[in-house]
């Protein structure tokens, strides 16, 4: 009678996994099992113990021709987004749009290499539409981190583009191929504080994370980030990279974050100058991004324990076995 209890939970056990939405691309490495690019032991390899080559700013032209394209050299890029659509003009309802710069006068407030270049409808939905496509047309790929840059503040809840409306528009985009802080705080065990209590634990592994999107939120602002995770706290479908240069933006209420925002924060974002924060960042469970720092080879940012590294120059950057993403 015993027994058959035992294989009972055992086959619930099973059920259970295979139901829940994380373990859903378990079939893993599809897409990318012959990815020259890839060390093949990352896949059973936790995330916060694999460096890769990130983009800086690739949805610019002078850097990709076409965006999906980035995705034959890395699988963490990276888009900037504005609410206004120059600097004078303003927004509309739900809508974003991409480029660099703050914009110019008659300009359709896009400037970059998404699909519907040239037609002025190259806005945030079409440059992550452009990553949908890509990764429902290769299943099983290494899970894809994008950075999204936010350029200017949240707008006031008539004008809906607020946290919520974000998040809206992700979630209809992405839909349950999104990996949140939710599922990482449920992966950990963490209850109260995913900050703190992923120390000393791991994140899944590309294996587990097969197929899956990470959503990272940075700005120059740390309050901004603040307001996003206050609005949206276990709702939220993007992670937040505050701006990272003392302890206390790793594992402390973060400068500019309210105690409630730090306590989302599982990743860590660095300028060159502050870059020795990583080794911090990662002893805690984090995830760490360093920019600027494009002189500096891909080899030395795995020995600085760097895991996001964004360069411009990205296809050239490899490690001595011509790898992109690979473990420490």
């Not at 619930?12 to 890839?38: Q, R, S, V, Y």
């Not at 299943?139 to 950075?147: D, E, K, L, M, W």
């Not at 998040?167 to 209809?172: A, I, M, Q, T």
Request: aromatic share 10%; net charge neutral.
């Amino acid at each position: 009678m015993k027994r058959n209890k035992r294989v009972n939970l055992s086959k619930a056990i099973a059920i259970a996994l295979l139901l829940n939405p994380l373990f859903a691309t378990a079939p893993a490495m599809a897409a990318d099992a012959n990815a020259a690019f890839i060390a093949p032991t990352v896949w059973n390899t936790p995330l916060n113990k694999i460096a890769q080559v990130a983009c800086h700013n690739c949805y610019q032209k002078q850097y990709v021709g076409v965006f999906k394209s980035v995705f034959e050299s890395v699988r963490t890029i990276e888009v900037d987004f504005w609410d206004q659509q120059d600097a004078v003009s303003g927004g509309s309802a739900k809508h974003w749009f991409v480029r660099h710069d703050a914009g110019t006068l008659f300009q359709s407030g896009n400037d970059n290499n998404c699909t519907g270049d040239g037609s002025g409808k190259n806005d945030l939905a079409a440059c992550l539409n452009d990553i949908k496509a890509w990764s429902d047309a290769n299943a099983g790929h290494f899970p894809i981190t994008v950075i999204l840059d936010k350029k200017q503040g949240w707008s006031k809840a008539s004008s809906q583009r607020t946290p919520a409306d974000l998040d809206e528009l992700v979630g209809n985009i992405f839909g349950n191929a999104l990996f949140t802080p939710a599922d990482l705080a449920n992966y950990v065990g963490s209850s109260k504080a995913l900050q703190t209590d992923i120390a000393g634990k791991t994140w899944p592994t590309p294996n587990v994370l097969a197929g899956k999107i990470l959503l990272v939120l940075n700005h120059t602002e740390n309050q901004r980030l603040s307001e996003y995770a206050e609005a949206r706290g276990a709702n939220a479908k993007i992670f937040i990279s505050p701006v990272t240069n003392g302890q206390n933006d790793i594992n402390g209420t973060v400068s500019g974050m309210s105690a409630q925002a730090s306590a989302w924060v599982a990743m860590n974002n660095m300028s060159n100058g502050d870059k020795a924060w990583a080794v911090q960042t990662n002893a805690a469970g984090h995830l760490g991004r360093v920019y600027g720092d494009d002189g500096v080879s891909f080899t030395q940012h795995i020995g600085e324990q760097i895991h996001l590294s964004a360069y411009y120059d990205f296809a050239s950057n490899k490690d001595g076995n011509g790898y992109r993403i690979r473990p420490f």
